[in-house]
């Protein structure tokens, strides 16, 4: 199943969703809506379900989606890491 904006929206009024997110830095928002992925170093925060190849959706800092995609890595490692794709965008959020 893959997830979709409007999904991702209405899951992430639940607080328990948030641990199947990642949160970016607020300067990558549109780049994210622009379907580029979100690299290592603008992770914020990520939640411990994140998996490889997990469906995530994105959040800025304020827990908005800004897109959905697919996990490269762990949720631990996306915040360890300073380099290379954290998060393969399949959609981004339009403004």
């Known amino acids: ?3 979709s904006i409007y ?3 209405r899951l992430a009024k639940s607080p328990k969703f948030k641990e199947n ?3 970016v830095a607020d300067g990558t928002g549109e780049f994210v809506r622009r379907g ?3 690299f290592c170093k603008f992770v914020v925060s990520s939640g411990g379900n994140v998996l490889p190849k997990s469906e995530v959706a994105i959040l800025d800092t304020s827990g908005s989606v800004l897109g959905v995609g697919t996990a490269v890595m762990t949720g631990k490692f996306m915040k360890q890491f300073k380099s290379g794709a954290a998060v393969k965008i399949r959609a981004g959020r339009q403004p």
């Open 7 to 9: 999904g991702a929206e």
């Open 21 to 23: 997110c990642v949160t």
């Open 1 to 3: 199943m893959a997830l």
């Open 36 to 38: 580029k992925s979100v």
